[in-house]
């Protein structure tokens, strides 16, 4: 993207973010990552009168083969670790996202956006108010109910017991203090209880494998008990995914994390297949997709700190809060929560 134009999208978010005259805004990247981001945001912050600075990390020091979540090169340098939380908003443009280093720079009251896709999805997914009320629509919905119960045409039927941890929402931009969010996103979540995720999960056709980035090609059949995946069965996609996360040798990698359902009706499912260096955020946000994540619960406040995560949307799901229909075969069925051209 023309960096003039990259100027311009990072702009739009910092205005939406809150970011005025007084504040400080840090920039965190590593290596040769993504520094044309960095001068947009750097740009941006000044343009609306913040203090601003670049924090550059460096290159990891070794390969893991492995997309390892919550493993920062932060960890270790406190003094690093203390600026930043001195900052009322941090640009992220690594993914410090279940580390304990973000976390503790929450707790300092900084916001943090995350920013990692490549710019022309951070365009056409531009967050919007408008958006932001239909998550919070879902959000309050997913916080006042007790169970969830997901259902497919394949095969799926799974319950979670609700309630143990906080529902969250992704909008896209950040404007509270400690309030972390990823550009772009749209959709709601929260996590089971640890033990109580029971059922059957069948992955169909065209349902995705993140951080694999790709598609399901064959069904797979998950079964969970308490909480925890016990068995895996299906052709190729289902090797696969048994096979990384036994690599990982941590029996918390077959934990049930979050789960939700996504919002924004301009994200498209075959975004993959436009935009393959992204972390998948598209396939995340798409309307009426309902995901569930398997690994760390950390996010949520949950003991679970694997670094083996997947996310996997699928579609043509239906979702249900205390058996009242929220998604029905992919398609959102609360008023308050479908764009005004569907309502």
Request: with cysteine; glycine share 12%; proline share 6%.
């Amino acid at each position: 993207m023309d960096q003039n134009l990259l100027n311009e999208i990072c702009l739009r978010q910092l205005e939406l973010s809150g970011v005025h005259e007084g504040e400080t805004v840090a920039v965190l990247s590593e290596g040769n990552e993504r520094l044309d981001y960095a001068d947009a945001f750097l740009f941006a912050a000044r343009r609306l009168g913040a203090s601003a600075y670049h924090m550059r990390l460096p290159s990891p020091s070794a390969a893991s083969g492995a997309w390892a979540v919550g493993q920062s090169e932060l960890a270790g340098n406190p003094q690093a670790v203390e600026a930043l939380k001195q900052a009322d908003m941090l640009v992220d443009l690594k993914f410090l996202l279940f580390s304990k280093e973000q976390f503790a720079i929450q707790d300092a009251g900084t916001r943090i956006l995350t920013a990692v896709e490549p710019a022309p999805l951070l365009a056409r997914l531009m967050p919007t108010p408008e958006l932001r009320e239909r998550v919070e629509v879902g959000a309050e919905l997913l916080s006042k109910a007790g169970s969830m119960r997901i259902t497919s045409p394949g095969g799926t039927d799974v319950t979670y017991r609700l309630g143990v941890y906080p529902t969250m929402s992704e909008y896209g931009y950040t404007d509270q203090p400690g309030r972390w969010d990823h550009w772009p996103a749209a959709f709601v979540f929260t996590g089971g209880a640890d033990d109580g995720v029971d059922g059957t999960i069948v992955l169909s056709p065209g349902d995705v494998l993140l951080p694999f980035n790709t598609y399901v090609q064959t069904p797979v059949t998950i079964t969970v008990e308490q909480g925890f995946i016990t068995d895996i069965r299906g052709g190729l996609d289902a090797e696969l995914l048994s096979s990384y996360i036994r690599s990982f040798d941590d029996p918390r990698g077959y934990g049930m994390s979050h789960v939700g359902w996504g919002l924004d009706e301009r994200a498209q499912w075959h975004g993959l297949t436009q935009f393959p260096g992204g972390m998948g955020m598209e396939l995340r946000s798409f309307y009426g997709n309902v995901m569930f994540s398997i690994g760390p619960n950390n996010e949520l406040g949950g003991p679970n700190d694997t670094p083996c995560h997947f996310d996997i949307p699928m579609r043509g799901c239906s979702l249900f809060l205390d058996d009242e229909p929220v998604v029905v075969d992919g398609d959102v069925v609360v008023s308050e929560m479908r764009p005004a051209g569907r309502r």
